[in-house]
């Protein structure tokens, strides 16, 4: 079988749209003919890869797309389908989505979409940063949503609505018709499946098939002495409130002062954090590790002691879960989204109920440091799950025979 799987920022990103489409290509590859298609080549691909040479783009551009961007993504995506002839292609995230469903009815070729956020319904995340999403609302409410969003970037950003509000709304129907273009989804969760069919999307033409657990070679955990602290981590983007970081900062204050708190990522909201932790006078058990590669990334899971998720935003089953049962360390999560699919209270971590509260964080962390066996015997349970639900075989076998059904239904 050919395939064709299209990703916008594959290899540029270490986010994980980006991270689960590079394992599942590798785990294609190992038996089917595969190759990429990507906005720009970047770093080095697990297999045969195209660039859509879209350099002088800004990557905010391709994200919300224009009809500009649109027509020049198709006039490329149509010239290498045309040449390479896929039996079925795999759109991994919505900015080359519209494009992609153009070229490929031209082509009558299959085409399968992962979902893995609320983009399906609405391209404006802030709809979800308190925690819930509305469907189907009107102009009016969608305007107000641009609004917020823009001054999010800048009180002055703001005045910019009446002139780009056509772009965005136009770009949001786009998704919705090329969604319902598709002839199938896999939805990376249960809890994004629900929500595909809270949109209108016909229940028969969803997967639900999890992302792939990482294949990292196995390292030895650091051995910790009775006398070093304990560590919490989290991982991602400091670019989005709704991720909940500033909730995790608060906590520290009220857990035992042997605990000390890592932070790996980078964005806007840093230097904020960084002056939060200063008032709080947590200098000396809070550090900011700044962007680190992935291979890093890795060591910093297994040499902490307990993983923390505290977004607020409705994620569909966030990549940190399954990076930390792979390094089998227990997860703090929020009970948000499709968190609670894999963290099972009590079994693999625990669950916040209220998702904004630091002292229920606080509470949890200081639980989970006093109780050494209960935490190892979680990490241990969230590694036996993660390998038998989503290791990189299984996973591939899923979506093969997701293609496969595909394709089938596709000559009727």
Not at 390 to 395: E, P, V
């Amino acid at each position: 079988m050919k395939i064709a799987i299209i990703s916008t920022f594959m290899g540029q990103k270490t986010s994980g749209a980006e991270i689960s489409s590079f394992f599942l290509t590798k785990g294609l590859s190992k038996t089917e003919d595969v190759f990429i298609i990507t906005s720009k080549l970047t770093a080095k691909m697990p297999t045969r890869a195209y660039a859509l040479d879209m350099d002088k783009v800004p990557n905010i551009a391709l994200m919300i797309g224009t009809p500009i961007t649109n027509y020049m993504i198709y006039k490329k995506i149509i010239k290498i389908l045309k040449k390479e002839k896929p039996d079925i292609i795999h759109v991994q995230d919505f900015p080359l989505l519209p494009s992609t469903i153009k070229a490929a009815k031209q082509l009558k070729i299959p085409v399968v979409m992962s979902v893995r956020d609320f983009r399906h319904q609405c391209n404006l995340a802030i709809c979800s940063a308190d925690g819930d999403f509305t469907y189907n609302c009107n102009k009016r409410q969608y305007y107000k949503c641009l609004k917020e969003t823009l001054s999010e970037k800048g009180g002055i950003f703001s005045l910019l609505t009446p002139f780009v509000y056509p772009i965005f709304s136009s770009q949001n129907k786009l998704f919705k018709k090329s969604i319902n273009q598709t002839d199938s989804i896999v939805a990376v969760s249960y809890f994004v499946k629900e929500s595909l069919k809270k949109s209108g999307v016909d229940e028969k033409k969803i997967d639900t098939i999890f992302v792939p657990a990482p294949d990292w070679p196995k390292i030895e955990s650091k051995k910790r002495s009775n006398t070093e602290s304990n560590t919490v981590l989290f991982a991602g983007g400091l670019i989005v409130k709704a991720k909940g970081f500033q909730t995790i900062v608060k906590a520290m204050k009220d857990v035992p002062k042997d605990i000390t708190l890592r932070i790996a990522g980078s964005g806007i909201y840093l230097n904020h954090l960084k002056v939060l932790r200063d008032k709080l006078d947590l200098k000396d058990r809070i550090e900011f590790l700044g962007k680190i590669s992935y291979e890093d990334m890795q060591k910093e899971y297994l040499n902490c002691d307990i993983v923390l998720l505290p977004s607020i935003i409705p994620e569909s089953l966030s990549r940190i879960i399954f990076e930390s049962f792979s390094a089998k360390k227990p997860i703090i999560a929020t009970d948000s989204g499709g968190n609670k699919e894999l963290v099972k209270n009590g079994e693999t971590g625990l669950l916040i109920k209220d998702k904004t509260s630091a002292e229920e964080f606080a509470s949890k962390i200081t639980q989970l440091r006093i109780a050494t066996k209960i935490r190892e015997e979680m990490g241990e349970n969230g590694y036996r799950l993660i390998q038998k639900c989503c290791s990189l075989d299984t996973i591939t076998k899923k979506h093969l025979d997701t293609y496969k059904k595909t394709i089938e239904q596709h000559k009727k």
